[in-house]
């Protein structure tokens, strides 16, 4: 099947034209190559196998793609490492008390879903770094398994210790939930799909909709990702062929629980039978039953999980085209191909839309094209448990990436929708730019346009427009700029894909690219029934947005591979961090007045009072006053890099056409490597893997992204001495960053 | 049984002491005679039997108080009234495409309630006054079928035109859902508790719990209660024995469309087999399918409603305590003692309360206390079916009581919990005084002291603590007020008890009194399950709170049957509608720059740009732009208002102790009266019956009041020219207010 396709897309570039020098119909001639029925035939075979790291379909995938970029013109290999990466040989779950009930085991086959029908080599539901082990145990229901569920639970003096914890998915990374159980005594952990959120809550459920059904399971990566990514025993450094690797129990990001993940029809069995109190509203979720919090001791569950931890090879496919001007500037695109079964949507689907850019990049070559600098895309394995192909890639070749590396640009699984965007500030104006000059199309406007419209009529619906599964984040800001016609803001970039690692440990810049808001791939997330079938039925009909990430990605490529100065805009920066400045500052002034209040009210004795004397719950515990956290070197800073951002852009517009080439070549080389002057060289409080002073994946988020981290997570967890020091490592790195900027200036001449 | 208790109480008031003259030792006399263990054994008593309007046991009930009272030393009697009151000869719903299930029938008896097991005599869940008819036809959903529900279906194309509207209760008053889905062309219509807000979202149901199973079914009312209550055939006048009847096809608040009320349990199986598009979000409630709108044509339910019409007699019980000094000033009580079928919360809770204060009033009397002015106490029939009791009273006896009467104080249902006031707002300090001095039993503070750490303790929390079962309105100001230590404020007056036609009719202020909050009374709203074991175990056990409620309104009619000048407090009344008339403006604003916003995006075509392809919803109708509301009239009136309350509280104030008899005699009678002049006398729009320019059932919230309605719901309805006339006839009204305020203070000579 493989090699069929390949010989009808090396037929399909044999129609030769001379390269455009005009960028506009460069970019029309890249958009001819652009197939949504090619991509779809990929996405039919590469998904027709499961393709998690060590399956054979995986490695065969992974040669696909080189052949592929070989036969587009690619300079193409595969790259190897050997990680940790642990397979269930064993999982259990069951309820033995107060009556036996078997749970867990792998998704059943659906008539409607053909893949699901032959799991041969396929893994059963079951989360990766968790910690092995045989318990059996009081259940306590611990709703989301984040902080404020734990506050809550205490109140009512409910504790997990010696228990076993079952936590909802959702708000915070699932990574968190069996590392916070563990944390607070829990010697075990289950994570459910809760139906309010991911299952007939969303939509009809699979097969006569997208959504979740009652009997499938969300696998996931539990490795404790805020710490660092990457394979646990090689923290830093690449595990490269016969690398050194501490052993699992020396790895910081392993887990010590075990830990499996659940459909909500089993928990719905687990639920229904837990007493203690009736659980917080906040706690409740879709199931038809009033949710308890468990820990009397009446409902007892066994859980035993036993993997296989020896080292797996991954397969990253690397595909160089040299850059004809500037070959020692990088810009590097990638999208992983491993998935937790066949991944149609969750990775291949951004795959296949890589594979197009590549495969017209190539036809552009042979028509005697050459980019300015050099073009690096990847296919990254290992994804999925840890972002482990890109990590170990990232640290085997920081030194190098340092030096020459001017963007990333991620994508992951894509869907029918919207435009979302996420990234380093001072390339949103490209994003933007881009966005006005692609085609929605089921609208025949720009998906610029498109997404203005929505940001406008969710605004005035009054609804918040947020989904699952990818709706860009619609905010204040946004819907001012859309109605202002200003370019709209991308967000910052937390962790879940693979930029984490160039971004956030080397201080790359990065941009993620995905459409969504229309798609039901949520429904199938990390589930056997991500597949071909739930693909095209509900997620992408036609792979149209395929073709449509193609055309935005491979722009913002073309135009940052040929620009003599890549299309950067600081003011943009300078202006979000100068918001994220605000947010803090909000942060801090509202946590002094809730501490205030909150004490007010404990002496006068009014938390009891409101209290339910017959369903108790507990005054909020003392805790240390929010002090005025000192932020005025951070104040200067950011006014400091407003101005100098300005005035650099100001520059830079009006010299760009007219700058000499030996200018220009220090320009650029002043500007390549700026975003690592950001870089903290203690890195992050618990993290010094995370060295990025303005963007990390927030310790009790996971996913999403903290903005100035070292001072916000620093109020936001009252370690106020941190917030302190971090606001002044902050304001420095912005001064270095302002100084790196007027020293450009200098070399314009502005 | 009756017999028993009545001997009980009689002797439980033979300690006769002497009446002190000290208002807070008579207070504290009267407190003495209120006993939680003998309100419990009325309720267990008067709980036993059906209660509905006819049945034998509530003429039981009606002459049990009428001996009670009697007993007490009251002039008491029993004043009957012929209304038609339909009750179900036959209901039967069921599903008959695309398969045959039988819904609906008879609730169950159940073990742990005892009075479900004895059901003789009691009525199937049926809804009264909806329109007879046998109908087989189509479904559709409509959510809580109000008018935005259907802006929503219209927008997706749907229409409930020759169909049977099923709706969840909620949001809106019950009688709204059939009386919007017959406007919109349904031939039918279901309403069903969904389980999200009246299930197990809310807690355990019953038995375990208090919420409400999947098998209980909430009656109701569904006359057009907001175009006028009491008996539909005979508007705006008393149903006297042998008064002139409108024929039920001439009277304009019964409905034309069979209607039947539906269990969880029974609606899910019709829910779950809809077709047609996708619920909206707002739709979707608590069971576990996903909702779809229906109105397919393939899910057909066969609806069939026969009633019996005749006329029903009436028993409300009318006691009086004739006063001293002031015979011909009244002060008015009342709790209504008709139920749906046992009515142990709803409303024998209150009525028990209602009975201790007469009780302790009776022992006071014997002690040597007359009250000062006339005290009235009312027990009503017939409220559940449309306020027939106190409405039909009040329509008889217009003329004196808007001669005679200076307040109107209501209960209804109790619980445990927290105060809840609304009334008239010169009232509001009265029942902050009385709440300072009434103890909560809980906490052994006083219920002022208890509502403000709830308000504060919810706020910091950040709920809005609004919960089903009665916790008061937790708005900034309360929150605010509570901070600051002033009076909290109380609620408008919309509809849903016996206050109505008293202060909506005839413009005599009225205040409507009840705990709530910790009660899971909820959960047996007008069901079987509404019953004396239900009572004791989940609402308010030991009627602790009864004692409370009891204590509390005792000491407000004591206060205001004593006071030299009733203890009012203008300057609340002329504040609370400066903040109405603030949400008015804050309204007109708001729609106006959504009308802007609106077509703006219209002419861009934004709607069509944002919506789903594949799930297409229309752009929102074209609707007139809100004009500039000319307020200023208003706005002067409102600012009249406020000086001359304020100099008129302060004359009082500083004069009350030294008032001659005369002047007081004058002053009183100035007062008496005043609300009057807030009534229009066309009434409100589409609604004449309704005359106060202040305080109105919403026309599409029904039980939720709406204030300065005549200006407020124009505007929200978009009849411009309605908004402009009633905000200047709202104005005249304020401003014959304030010259009576002008005129009373000219007789303090202040």
Request: charged share 20%; hydrophobic share 40%.
């Amino acid at each position: 099947m493989i090699r069929t396709i390949l010989v009808a897309a090396l037929l399909s570039t044999t129609a030769l034209a001379a390269a455009p020098a005009d960028p506009a119909a460069r970019e029309k001639m890249f958009d001819a190559s652009i197939s949504a029925a090619e991509q779809q035939a990929w996405l039919k075979s590469m998904a027709s196998a499961p393709n998690h790291v060590g399956a054979p379909h995986n490695k065969a995938n992974a040669e696909f793609i080189l052949a592929q970029f070989k036969a587009w013109g690619w300079q193409a290999k595969i790259e190897t490492f050997e990680v940790l990466y642990p397979t269930p040989l064993e999982t259990k779950v069951e309820l033995v008390t107060p009556e036996k009930v078997t749970l867990g085991g792998q998704e059943p086959a659906l008539a409607e879903d053909a893949t699901s029908q032959n799991l041969a080599g396929a893994l059963p539901p079951y989360v990766a770094f968790q910690g092995d082990g045989d318990v059996t145990a009081d259940v306590v229901y611990v709703n989301y398994g984040l902080p404020d569920d734990y506050k809550a639970l205490a109140a009512r003096g409910i504790s997990v210790k010696g228990k076993i914890a079952i936590a909802r998915y959702g708000r915070g990374w699932r990574g968190l939930k069996p590392k916070l159980a563990q944390e607070a005594g829990a010697i075990g952990c289950i994570i459910y799909s809760d139906p309010a959120q991911d299952g007939y809550g969303d939509n009809d459920v699979y097969p006569k909709g997208g959504a979740r059904p009652d009997f499938s399971v969300q696998r996931g990566s539990v490795a404790d990702m805020i710490t660092y990514p990457g394979d646990p025993t090689t923290p830093g450094y690449g595990s490269v062929p016969g690398a050194k690797h501490q052993s699992r129990e020396e790895a910081a990001t392993v887990l010590k629980i075990p830990t499996l993940p659940m459909s909500y029809g089993d928990a719905s069995k687990i639920l229904a039978r837990l007493g203690g109190p009736l659980a917080p509203e906040a706690f409740r979720g879709g199931l038809p039953l009033a949710y308890h919090t468990g820990g009397d001791g009446k409902t007892q569950v066994h859980l035993l999980v036993k993997s296989e931890w020896s080292l797996k090879t991954l397969y990253n496919v690397i595909a160089t085209m040299p850059g004809r001007d500037r070959p020692d500037e990088w810009v590097i695109r990638g999208n992983h191909h491993d998935g937790w079964v066949f991944g149609a949507a969750d990775p291949l689907s951004g795959n296949v839309a890589m594979l197009s850019e590549a495969k017209a990049l190539g036809a552009l070559a042979k028509s005697g094209w050459r980019p300015s600098r050099t073009i690096v895309y990847a296919s990254w394995d290992g994804e999925e448990p840890m972002l482990l192909g890109s990590t170990e890639w990232v640290e085997t070749h920081a030194a190098e990436l340092q030096k020459k590396a001017v963007l990333y640009i991620n994508t992951d699984g894509n869907g029918r929708g919207f435009l979302g965007a996420e990234g380093s500030h001072q390339w949103q104006h490209l994003v933007n730019a881009v966005a006005k000059d692609v085609t929605d199309p089921q609208t025949g406007v720009s998906v610029d346009a498109r997404l203005r419209a929505k940001l406008l009529a969710d605004d005035y619906a009054g609804g918040s427009g947020a989904r699952q599964d990818g709706t860009p984040t619609i905010g204040a800001l946004a819907v001012g700029a859309a109605d202002k016609g200003e370019d709209l803001p991308i967000g910052p970039l937390g962790s879940g894909s693979d930029y984490s690692a160039i971004l956030q440990h080397l201080g790359i810049p990065a941009l993620n690219i995905g459409y969504g808001g229309e798609s039901q791939s949520g429904g199938n997330y990390h589930s056997i029934y991500d597949s071909y079938d739930h693909y095209v039925r509900f997620d992408d009909p036609g792979l149209a947005y395929g073709a449509v990430l193609s055309k935005t990605v491979g722009r913002m490529v073309l135009r940052v591979a040929d620009a003599p100065t890549p299309p950067v805009r600081f003011g943009d920066f300078a202006a979000t961090v100068r918001v994220y400045l605000g947010e803090v500052k909000g942060l801090a002034d509202a946590r002094r007045r809730g501490d205030e209040k909150r004490e007010k009210l404990r002496a006068a004795g009014a938390f009891k009072l409101a209290a339910d004397p017959l369903d108790p719950v507990a005054a909020p515990p003392v805790e240390t006053a929010t002090p005025v956290v000192e932020l005025a070197a951070l104040e200067n800073a950011v006014a400091r890099l407003e101005t100098a951002a300005r005035a650099f852009d100001k520059a830079l517009a009006a010299k760009d056409a007219t700058l000499p080439a030996e200018a220009r070549g220090r320009l650029n080389a002043a500007l390549r490597d700026i975003d690592q002057t950001l870089l903290l060289e203690e890195g992050l409080p618990f993290r010094p893997w995370y060295k990025h002073s303005i963007y990390a994946p927030g310790r009790f988020t996971g996913y999403g992204a903290k903005t100035l981290p070292g001072v916000r997570e620093a109020i936001e967890e009252r370690r106020f001495n941190d917030a302190n020091r971090y606001a002044v490592l902050t304001a420095a790195a912005l001064d270095r960053y302002a100084a790196r900027l007027d020293a450009a200036r200098a070399i314009i001449g502005g």
